[in-house]
């Protein structure tokens, strides 16, 4: 019998089964739905290119997912993707790896009660350990010998150092190292995780090379369906893998399947809101919260012509951070020719909401962001967006996005014309107390009512972070490993 069976080799599944499997009388079996290569130099060269996001309409290695991004009357639809491979979303991002705020640990804590797991002093070793900062590892808030290498560009893309000085024009500081603790507002180099080029996910920095350990198994191109249980105690899963389906047993059940996944499996197998369960003939098997709110970061593109020499680089090295609003000069050119400035709003008010289409594994779930139905984002979006257009106007641009019009009224329309996605979709089993009423796990991500199985994954994170998840992801999954592992 397996001791921990992990549903997922994403980001936080991969650390999850590294960190566990390092104690040899611990048995831990790793189940991803995509393809492994047991080798770093095995993956293919666009998920190692970290000049390139490879999620173009015909990459093999992606969910995908029709949304809706916002609805007031006209429904702006769009689709978002994620990994479906070996280090899951990270092994096909941008490779930003930035660590969240002191506030927004702040905020997460104040969830909690008097927990302290989750406060920034305590999470910030745990930072420290997941990374090898190639720049400032010689820095007490960083950490030199960890699996996953961060640096920043030494060498930037004409586009974003014209970006840097304009934002030093408009007044905004210069900011060293955006994860140092002390980091404040303003414009700075986006520590990345690659290495040589090449972006490392937590596949290669921390799953392959324990895969020799004898307590650990990996098997890839195996899809969970349901949960088992007995009683209200998980039990087992049901897999699929060339076409045969069968039950695996385990003591303790894991799912590191993503915010989207994680809570579509819940769901099938009866962990969520009764009616609606009752609705697909899905037995009920605990009443949840799941998918009940979700948050992510609205982005709004303007796009806008550089006569500067483009060069492979990653797809964002300069950031400008201001509080809740991140502006990114996207280096990679989305249409030949035309460069995308991304306004994006990082601590949102609208909450999204995520349930089940159908009982079928195969029918991907509704998905609804329901980004800017609060006054409050539309507020802060506008302004970001004139900010953004005031740095382009420094910068040798020529815009190709409409200017926004002026009143609130047809500046929201605008807003609406212009909307994207960050990707960054958290919070569908969102952590709290027994008593709080929208939590699903707990503090060390157990399920809440149901024994013997956690979410450890991005889906867990109860507020809206001020930065991109991976790097918080990636801590989430050492935190959890560090506290199972001390029993
Ligand atoms: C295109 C893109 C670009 C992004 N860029 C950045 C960035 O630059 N910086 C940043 O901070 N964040 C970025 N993000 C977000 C970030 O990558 C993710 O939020 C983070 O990686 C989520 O980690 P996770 O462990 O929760 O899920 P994932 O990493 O998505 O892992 C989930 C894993 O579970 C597997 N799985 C799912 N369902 C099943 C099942 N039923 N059975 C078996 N296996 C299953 C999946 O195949 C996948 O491997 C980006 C996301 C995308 C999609």
């Given at each position: 019998m397996t001791d921990t069976l992990i549903v997922g080799g994403g980001t936080a599944g991969c650390v999850l089964a590294a960190r566990l499997s390092e104690n040899p009388d611990h048995t831990v079996r790793l189940l991803e739905a995509g393809q492994l290569w047991r080798e770093p130099g095995g993956f293919p060269t666009e998920l190692l290119d970290a000049t390139r996001l490879p999620v173009g309409a015909d990459a093999p290695w992606l969910w995908r997912y029709p949304v809706t991004l916002a609805d007031d009357g006209v429904a702006v639809a769009g689709n978002i993707v994620r990994g479906k491979v070996i280090g899951g979303s990270g092994a096909v991002n941008g490779s930003y790896f930035v660590r969240a705020t002191g506030a927004d640990f702040a905020a997460w804590s104040r969830e909690l009660g008097s927990s302290k797991i989750w406060s920034f002093d305590s999470v910030l070793p745990t930072y420290c350990r997941s990374e090898r900062d190639l720049d400032f590892g010689d820095q007490s808030w960083h950490g030199a010998a960890g699996p996953i290498p961060v640096r920043r560009s030494a060498n930037p893309a004409p586009l974003s150092e014209e970006f840097a000085t304009a934002c030093a024009a408009v007044g905004f500081p210069g900011v060293p190292d955006l994860n140092a603790v002390s980091a404040s507002d303003g414009v700075g180099a986006v520590p990345c995780n690659i290495d040589d080029g090449r972006r490392v996910s937590t596949a290669s920095g921390y799953l392959l090379p324990a895969l020799s350990r004898p307590n650990l198994t990996v098997q890839d191109a195996t899809t969970v369906l349901r949960l088992r249980f007995r009683g209200t105690r998980a039990v087992g899963v049901d897999v699929v893998r060339d076409d045969r389906t069968e039950t695996l047993w385990a003591d303790h059940i894991v799912l590191s399947a993503g915010a989207i996944e994680s809570a579509a499996t819940l769901l099938r197998s009866g962990i969520g809101n009764a009616e609606h369960l009752r609705a697909l003939d899905i037995p009920v098997v605990h009443p949840a919260p799941v998918g009940a709110w979700f948050t992510d970061h609205p982005e709004v593109g303007l796009e806008y012509r550089l006569d500067a020499p483009e060069r492979a680089t990653v797809p964002l090295e300069y950031v400008l951070e201001l509080d809740d609003i991140e502006i990114r000069p996207y280096t990679v050119a989305f249409t030949p020719g035309i460069q995308r400035l991304g306004v994006a709003l990082m601590r949102p008010q609208s909450a999204g909401a995520l349930r089940l289409r159908s009982a079928d594994p195969a029918i991907p779930p509704v998905i609804e962001h329901r980004y800017l139905a609060a006054e409050h984002d539309r507020t802060r979006l506008r302004g970001?967006?004139?900010?953004?257009?005031?740095?382009?106007?420094?910068?040798?641009?020529?815009?190709?996005?409409?200017?926004?019009?002026?009143?609130?009224?047809?500046?929201?329309?605008?807003?609406?014309?212009?909307?994207?996605?960050?990707?960054?979709?958290?919070?569908?089993?969102?952590?709290?107390?027994?008593?709080?009423?929208?939590a699903v796990v707990d503090e060390l991500c157990r399920v809440h009512g149901v024994a013997g199985l956690s979410v450890i994954d991005l889906s867990v994170v109860p507020v809206p972070l001020s930065r991109g998840p991976q790097a918080t992801t990636v801590m989430i999954a050492e935190n959890v490993a560090e506290f199972r592992s001390r029993g």
């Amino acid at each position: 019998m397996t001791d921990t069976l992990i549903v997922g080799g994403g980001t936080a599944g991969c650390v999850l089964a590294a960190r566990l499997s390092e104690n040899p009388d611990h048995t831990v079996r790793l189940l991803e739905a995509g393809q492994l290569w047991r080798e770093p130099g095995g993956f293919p060269t666009e998920l190692l290119d970290a000049t390139r996001l490879p999620v173009g309409a015909d990459a093999p290695w992606l969910w995908r997912y029709p949304v809706t991004l916002a609805d007031d009357g006209v429904a702006v639809a769009g689709n978002i993707v994620r990994g479906k491979v070996i280090g899951g979303s990270g092994a096909v991002n941008g490779s930003y790896f930035v660590r969240a705020t002191g506030a927004d640990f702040a905020a997460w804590s104040r969830e909690l009660g008097s927990s302290k797991i989750w406060s920034f002093d305590s999470v910030l070793p745990t930072y420290c350990r997941s990374e090898r900062d190639l720049d400032f590892g010689d820095q007490s808030w960083h950490g030199a010998a960890g699996p996953i290498p961060v640096r920043r560009s030494a060498n930037p893309a004409p586009l974003s150092e014209e970006f840097a000085t304009a934002c030093a024009a408009v007044g905004f500081p210069g900011v060293p190292d955006l994860n140092a603790v002390s980091a404040s507002d303003g414009v700075g180099a986006v520590p990345c995780n690659i290495d040589d080029g090449r972006r490392v996910s937590t596949a290669s920095g921390y799953l392959l090379p324990a895969l020799s350990r004898p307590n650990l198994t990996v098997q890839d191109a195996t899809t969970v369906l349901r949960l088992r249980f007995r009683g209200t105690r998980a039990v087992g899963v049901d897999v699929v893998r060339d076409d045969r389906t069968e039950t695996l047993w385990a003591d303790h059940i894991v799912l590191s399947a993503g915010a989207i996944e994680s809570a579509a499996t819940l769901l099938r197998s009866g962990i969520g809101n009764a009616e609606h369960l009752r609705a697909l003939d899905i037995p009920v098997v605990h009443p949840a919260p799941v998918g009940a709110w979700f948050t992510d970061h609205p982005e709004v593109g303007l796009e806008y012509r550089l006569d500067a020499p483009e060069r492979a680089t990653v797809p964002l090295e300069y950031v400008l951070e201001l509080d809740d609003i991140e502006i990114r000069p996207y280096t990679v050119a989305f249409t030949p020719g035309i460069q995308r400035l991304g306004v994006a709003l990082m601590r949102p008010q609208s909450a999204g909401a995520l349930r089940l289409r159908s009982a079928d594994p195969a029918i991907p779930p509704v998905i609804e962001h329901r980004y800017l139905a609060a006054e409050h984002d539309r507020t802060r979006l506008r302004g970001a967006v004139a900010t953004a257009s005031e740095v382009l106007h420094r910068m040798s641009a020529r815009a190709r996005t409409d200017p926004m019009p002026g009143t609130p009224k047809t500046a929201d329309g605008w807003l609406h014309a212009n909307l994207a996605t960050s990707q960054h979709l958290s919070g569908t089993c969102r952590m709290g107390q027994a008593n709080d009423e929208r939590a699903v796990v707990d503090e060390l991500c157990r399920v809440h009512g149901v024994a013997g199985l956690s979410v450890i994954d991005l889906s867990v994170v109860p507020v809206p972070l001020s930065r991109g998840p991976q790097a918080t992801t990636v801590m989430i999954a050492e935190n959890v490993a560090e506290f199972r592992s001390r029993g």
